[in-house]
């Protein structure tokens, strides 16, 4: 694994885009921002999660080789430690406690987006 550097306010991929690298944030933070859908958010683009030292991004497409679900941002100076798609499953597999940590913050990020959608969400 390589370890690469962006600078705030750097875009680090683009939603849409290809890609099968993902990264473990070591130091910084970044923001992940999705754009709105539909009609009545067209255009708009919602900050989704900050993640921060010991998270991933990019891992989705790690996972299924489909095109990135969001834009990530570097809202701070960061450094990254980069996997490709195969030495992150194999480090999942490999390492439990890092497998764990993972599976917490999948967990999490899956709570705050239920939170987020049930907010946007009108009944009659």
Not at 34 to 58: D, L, N, Q, Y
Not at 69 to 93: H, I, N, P, R, W
Request: charged share 25%; proline share 2%; with cysteine.
């Amino acid at each position: 694994m390589s370890e690469v550097r962006f600078r705030s306010g750097e875009t680090i991929f683009e939603e849409g885009s290809n890609g099968t690298e993902c990264y473990k944030i070591l130091s910084g933070a970044a923001e992940v921002r999705v754009r709105g859908k539909g009609r009545e958010h067209w255009g708009m683009t919602m900050v989704a999660a900050t993640c921060g030292p010991g998270e991933f991004i990019g891992e989705m497409s790690a996972f299924d080789g489909a095109p990135r679900s969001a834009t990530v941002v570097a809202v701070e100076d960061m450094t990254c430690k980069v996997y490709s798609g195969e030495a992150f499953l194999k480090l999942l597999e490999t390492d439990h406690e890092e497998a764990l940590e993972y599976l917490r913050v999948l967990v999490q990020r899956l709570k705050q987006s239920n939170v987020s959608m049930s907010w946007g969400t009108r009944t009659g």
